[in-house]
Structure formats: C-alpha cells, structure tokens
C-alpha cells in the first residue's frame, strides 16, 4: 500500500473515538510504514483466523479461567506465539508483522493480538501500563486478574508487581494505583511505538526517532507531549523551520488548552533571536 494512503489511514484512526478504536487494523498500518511491499491482505487475514479461531475454543466458556485458557490455547499453543527471550530488542519484535511472521515478539505486541482476539468475542479486556513490561487486565462477572502476555497469559499477583518494581528502581517499592491502571488501546499502540523510538534514540538514529513519533502524532493527535517532543528532537538536529512550523500549524487547531504549546513556541523563537 502507498506510504501516503498509510498516513491517511492512520490519520482516520487518531480522529476516531476510543470506543471505535480498531487495535488490530491500526497496528498493521503503523507496521507496514516499516515493511513498504507487505501484503495487507495476508496479515488481515491472520487476524481474522485467530479470532475465527477463538470463537470455535470460546464453546462452552463460563468464567474467566475458560476465557484465559481459550486464548491461551488459539495464540500461543496452535499458532505458537510466545514471547522473544533470545533477541529481546529485536526491533522486529514490535512491528505486529514481523511479530506475526516470526511468531514472537514484546508483551506489548502479544498483547496487541490477545487484545484484538478477546475483542472478537467482546471479552472485558484492558493494557495496563505497568512500568518495564506491559501486562492485560480481564474481566468477568465481577473478577479481574492480571496476566502477562509475555508468559503466555500467566496470571500476576502483588508479589510478582513488587518483584518487578524491584527489579527497575532497586529496593522494594509497593506497587501503587497509578502503575496498574487500565489505559485506551491507543495508548497501547503508543507504548508499542515508544518501544521502537527509543531504540531509535539509544543507537544514535534521530531521523529514525523522529519518524516513529509522527506515526505517534497521527493515531494521538491531541497529545501535546508527543508535539513536545517531536519538537525538542527536531531543533535538536537543526530542524528549527520545521518544528517551529509544526507548533503553529497544532496551535491553528481548536485546542482546550493552548499554554503548553504558545510556551513552547516562545522559547524556541527566542532561541532563534
């Protein structure tokens, strides 16, 4: 598909509502800006499959341990999806092509198709943008676990958040509300893009960095700490024109609160006198 028909796809996307969000179908569009001759049809279809796959291992669900143990037999046991040990920071690991060729990938890109899957059969299900590694909430007539994509929807605990707080800051910090609350699925896409910028930026490929976050500026166009940082990175490599460009051109829209923005624009022309 065309780069440009891409870009306009995914504009579409970041100007629909969260309720109409399509997690699937949005994640191959931000994968194939990477993958220019993929064949649409192919991952589409795979997409279809695993949800017609799921709906006949859904027969006879009642709870939400049926409701696990059926993703877990459609993704990782017959289509063989499993997290990436070896190569962890294989930038393929979080293109939802690749990660669907290769058949592993990041927790969040596994939890892109458990998403897309439980969805298929309006399962409850919800990112949770728990620092250092992604994890899904489900839901079922008042019960909610936490799972982790990664292991094959193993189930987390409180001892498995401290461990893994533990293991980023050092010491034992006691998880907190705001580490395990539910996000949209855009900002899952979100996350998963953040995967690649910033392995962008630690190898030194700010043309690269700044690419991912237009992709990021279009399926979240109201998120100023996008534009933020689109900016810094910009004047960073002696793009001025074009970041100065870009905070007038969000500035022409009808934004509820225009400070951040004006702020910005300030400073950077007064580096520019």
Not at 137 to 155: N, T
Request: with cysteine; aromatic share 6%.
């Amino acid at each position: 598909m065309p780069h440009t028909n891409l870009l306009e796809l995914l504009r579409r996307a970041g100007g629909t509502a969260d309720a109409g969000f399509d997690i699937g179908e949005t994640a191959l569009f931000l994968a194939a800006l990477d993958i220019p001759d993929a064949d649409l049809a192919y991952y589409r279809d795979h997409l279809h499959t695993v949800a017609a796959d799921l709906r006949l291992a859904a027969r006879g669900v009642k709870n939400l341990r049926d409701r696990l143990r059926a993703l877990r037999d459609v993704l990782y046991r017959f289509h063989g999806y499993a997290g990436d040990r070896k190569t962890y920071d294989d930038p393929q690991n979080a293109n939802l092509m690749q990660v669907i060729d290769r058949r592993k990938g990041l927790p969040v890109a596994l939890g892109v198709l458990v998403i897309h899957c439980a969805r298929s059969r309006d399962w409850p299900v919800s990112g949770v943008n728990f620092p250092g590694h992604f994890l899904l909430r489900f839901a079922f007539e008042g019960e909610s676990v936490l799972v982790d994509p990664f292991e094959k929807l193993q189930r987390w605990d409180m001892d498995d958040l401290t461990a893994s707080l533990a293991r980023i800051s050092g010491g034992k910090p006691r998880p907190q509300a705001e580490h395990i609350h539910s996000v949209a699925d855009r900002e899952v896409l979100l996350r998963l893009q953040n995967n690649i910028k910033t392995r962008a930026l630690s190898s030194g490929d700010k043309d690269r960095a700044i690419d991912v976050l237009e992709s990021m500026r279009l399926i979240a166009p109201g998120q100023f700490e996008l534009i933020e940082e689109l900016t810094m990175l910009e004047i960073d490599d002696d793009r001025v024109s074009a970041a100065t460009g870009r905070l007038e051109a969000y500035l022409e829209a009808d934004l509820s609160d225009r400070e951040p923005a004006e702020a910005l624009l300030h400073r950077i022309r007064n580096m520019l006198n």
